[in-house]
């Protein structure tokens, strides 16, 4: 990205010292921008796993891949979507932006924040060699759940020491994030004057903390399950495999929500731009995002209703379960309250944040229905527990991190994307999102179950339909890499200022002082705004 290379090293001899350069750098954009252009590296590589998926249930039968490849393949394209692409372009999102909006001149950790970003790097190509070795990738699902998970060929010390490395990069990250919001915002940026990326993004580096060494502990308990003879989730050997799934989910449930809260925070940002005016109800935003962190680690065996926990167990986390659509509720209602009468405009950033507040508010829902203890027990292991998380992540944090390229690619690069490409590129998105997952809410509650590369003759139509949703998906997003690629050299050759989203949009709305926009949304530094603003 020119505009950033540019700012160091102007001596570069050549391209190795180029490279080099990148390779060492401890600049905390050149870091954000590492991050997310490997995320979107990986995006498409979990992309195409999932292709396969789709193309394999097209129709019935086995077609392209055997079944256990098929099963490797759902194990792959969740770990790689969840570890190698949305935690990273979130991780690089605020390595970019975390300093600019408190005033801090770089991260409080430099050469940590290098060596997290390699970690990462060498945690995913890791995770990936396991395709290529004898018995394939583990088949068992992203949960890793033994007694399956441990019938894995050589491969699995490697996954599971791959899972280790991207967790200390996970939480060198988060370390580095509190850090630098505790002790370099501004002197005068109290906590409750922070804005609302900064918010989600200390809570969720809190929630990482917490949870990564969770996961390590029971990835650790199942490598020595399968070569040190313990028995911890080996029922012949007085262990439970339930008890894996107890530590997992008390990793895999708050772990949705790191990948969900800094989304939070983005959209927070984006609407009021675009709605012209302040976000309604911040301190209820802070308290609301506080709240779900909090509850996150308090619903997790709501993932077990089917292992035959006492009843007393199942209506406790029925009932916590139901309450985190409470500060969830709150947050939606004060995004629509932001852009109920604003003077909104339409642009790309704006169009996905509406499009994510929608969908997932649809996921919510389905959430809530899962939720309820005696029902689960007909979605557990069906396709609408995909469609559900799917609704979740998908149009939440995917479309929430294209609106965030969108919104600060002029900022970081300088140039202006194309915004007709990018409306093209939204609402073939958009569209074929919705075909591509609200068909398997039908299919789960017609039974079809999940993880599978072959099913009954009923499913056939729905599947079919799903697939081509995913087809047409997934080639959209070659638009939004023509897009990323073309705006770093250069866009639309249009100069960006502090009103770029004004000429954007061709409104010619004046700013009043009692109504500002946010900003930190902008390409001017925080110096030029009125200090009460700040």
């Known amino acids: 990205m020119s505009a950033v290379v540019a700012e160091h090293d102007h001596h570069d001899h050549g391209p190795a010292k180029g490279l080099l350069r990148w390779i060492i750098t401890t600049n905390h ?104 070795m004898e018995g394939g990738a583990p088949a068992s699902g992203w949960t890793l759940y033994p007694p399956l998970v441990l019938q894995t060929g050589k491969a699995l010390p490697f996954a599971i020491f791959s899972v280790h490395l991207l967790g200390i990069s996970s939480i060198m990250g988060a370390i580095n994030i509190i850090a630098t919001i505790f002790n370099m915002r501004a002197p005068a940026m109290t906590l409750m004057k922070m804005p609302m990326f900064v918010w989600t993004w200390l809570i969720t580096a809190f929630l990482l903390i917490a949870i990564m060494p969770v996961f390590a502990g029971a990835v650790t308990m199942l490598l020595t399950d399968k070569f040190f003879q313990t028995s911890f989730f080996d029922a012949a050997g007085g262990g439970d495999p339930v008890l894996y799934q107890h530590i997992f989910w ?72 139901m309450l985190i659509a409470i500060p969830t509720g709150v947050k939606v209602f004060n995004w629509t309250a932001t852009m109920w009468k604003g003077s909104m405009t339409f642009e790309t950033p704006m169009l996905f944040s509406i499009a994510f507040v929608v969908l ?90 999940r993880r599978i590369p072959d099913y009954a003759i009923q499913f056939a139509d729905w599947n079919m339909i799903s697939s081509i949703g995913g087809f047409i998906f997934g080639a959209s997003q070659l638009l939004f890499l023509y897009i990323v690629v073309d705006t770093i050299r250069g866009g639309t050759g249009e100069k960006v200022t502090a009103e770029v989203w004004e000429d954007a949009s061709k409104h010619s709305l004046e700013w009043t002082l009692s109504s500002p926009p946010p900003y930190h949304s902008f390409t001017t530094p925080p110096t030029s705004i009125p200090t009460e603003h700040i």
Do not use: C
Request: avoid cysteine; proline fraction near 6%; glycine fraction near 8%.
């Open 29 to 132: 954009k050149d870091i954000g921008t590492l991050y997310l252009l490997f995320a979107l590296a990986m995006f498409f590589v979990g992309g195409a796993m999932a292709m396969v998926i789709r193309a394999e249930l097209f129709e019935p039968g086995l077609q392209f891949v055997d079944p256990a490849f098929f099963n490797s393949m759902t194990t792959m394209h969740a770990l790689v979507m969840v570890f190698g692409a949305v935690m990273p372009a979130f991780v690089g999102l605020a390595n970019w932006m975390i300093p600019m909006m408190i005033g801090a001149p770089d991260m409080a950790l430099p050469r940590m924040n290098n060596m997290s970003f390699w970690l990462l790097v060498a945690g995913v190509l890791l995770l990936a060699s396991t395709l290529l």
């Open 250 to 321: 008390f990793f895999g449930h708050p772990e949705v929500y790191v990948m969900i809260l800094p989304t939070f925070g983005v959209a927070s940002t984006i609407i009021p731009v675009f709605a012209r005016k302040p976000l309604f109800g911040y301190s209820s935003m802070v308290y609301a995002t506080a709240a779900i962190a909090f509850l996150s680690f308090i619903v997790w065996a709501h993932h077990m209703f089917t292992v035959g926990m006492p009843i007393a167990g199942e209506l406790y986390f029925m009932y916590a379960t």
């Open 360 to 449: 997932f508010t649809m996921g919510g829902f389905t959430g809530l229905m899962m939720a309820i203890a005696p029902v689960d027990f007909q979605y557990h292991d069906t396709y609408f527990i995909v469609a559900h998380f799917h609704y979740t992540l998908v149009p939440a944090s995917i479309f929430i991190l294209m609106a965030a390229g969108y919104f600060w690619l002029p900022k970081w690069t300088g140039h202006m994307y194309n915004e007709k490409i990018g409306q093209l590129h939204f609402w073939l998105s958009a569209i074929s999102v919705n075909i591509l997952f609200f068909p398997q809410h039908f299919l789960g509650l017609a039974g079809m179950p």
